[in-house]
C-alpha cells in the first residue's frame, strides 16, 4: 500500500534500459518515503525474470505471464495496471517516456483519475503549499520539467490524486544496481482475474523492430553540432572528427530542424539524452532543452564564437572561435598523434 512502483517494459524477456534507470531512481525516492518499491512485467514466458529486476532493490515484483501480453497491446496491459492500482493504491508511478509508456500511462492516468506528468527530466520529494486552501502536503513527488518551449522549468505536483504518474525518457536516470543478491518477493499472478478475454481482441501478426544505426547513449565521447554549423556540409568535419577520437555524432534540434543532421542523432529533450566521459559542443547557442539531453556529461568542452551563448556557463572548457577555424585544427592536430 502506498509504496513507489515502475512499470518495467519487456523486449521479448529482456527488461528495457530506460525501466532499469527507473527502477534505480525509484529506490532512491521510496527510501526517502520510506516504503518499499515495486516492480510490475507482463508478458509471456518469464520464468526466471526476477534475476533482471531484483538486484535494483525491487522489494515486490509482480509477474503477469500469459500467452497475450507479447507483443505489447494496449488493452491487456491497461487493464493488469489499473485493476493492480486498484488493490494496491501505489503513491507513485513511474514508466518509460516510450512508444509504449506513452500510449499506456495515459490510459492508466485517465482510468484512476490520477494525473500524469510526461518526459520529466528530474523526480524529486518534497512539500508544498497551498496558500489558499491553508494546507501543506508532505512528501510529494516534484515532476520537473522544460515547458513553454522550453523556456523555463516547471515543477508540477499532484497534491490530491493517486498515484503521482511521470514518465521518463531514456538516459535521463543513471543506472545503478544496489545489491545482485537483493531479496524481493515475486508475485506470480493470475492474469485472468486482472485482464477479461475481450481484451486480447487484438492480435499481433507481424512485427519488425528496426536497431539503432548508432550507439550514441552509450559512446564514451560525443561530438555534436547545432545550428552553427550552417550547413549539412559543414557537418561532416564533425564525422572526420569523430572518426578520429573513435566517438558518436549527435545534433541540437535547431541543427537538425535545418536538416544539417538525421533525426535519430537528435540530443535533448526531444532526442537523445547522453551522459558521455567527453562532450564537445560545436556550434551549439545551449538552449534548456539541448542541456537537458546532455548535461551529466563528465567533461563539456564549448566550441563557439558567441562567448555569451548558455552552453558557455555548464561547459568545463570553452574555445572561443568559429566552428571552421577550430575543428579543422583538432582534426589535424588528432591525426598527427594518433600515428
Partial sequence: MNNVFVYCELEGTVVAEVSLELLTKGRKLANQLGCQLEAVVAGTNLAGIEKQVLP???DRLHVFDAPGLFPYTSLPHSSVLINLFKEEKPQICLMGATVIGRDLGPRVSSALTSGLTADCTSLEIGEHEDKKAGVVYENLLYQIRPAFGGNIVATIVNPEHRPQMATVREGV????????????????????????TTDYVVKVIDRHVEKAKHNLKGAPIVVAGGYGMGSRESFDMLF??????????????????????DHDRQIGQTGITVRPKLYIACGISGQ?????????????????????????????????????EVIPKMIKYYKQNSK
Fill in 56 to 58: 535494483f532493490g525491487v
Fill in 173 to 196: 536516470m543513471k543506472k545503478e544496481i544496489l545489491n545482485d543478491k537483493y531479496q524481493g518477493e515475486v508475485i506470480n499472478h493470475d492474469v485472468a482475474k486482472y485482464v477479461p
Fill in 240 to 261: 572526420e572528427l569523430a572518426k578520429e577520437l573513435h566517438a558518436e555524432v549527435g545534433g541540437s534540434r535547431a541543427a537538425v530542424d535545418a536538416g544539417f543532421c
Fill in 288 to 324: 534548456i532543452q539541448h542541456i537537458a539531453g546532455m548535461q551529466e556529461s563528465g567533461i563539456i568542452i564549448s566550441i563557439n564564437n558567441d562567448e555569451n551563448a548558455p552552453i558557455n556557463t555548464i561547459a568545463d572548457y570553452v574555445i572561443n572561435g568559429t566552428v571552421e
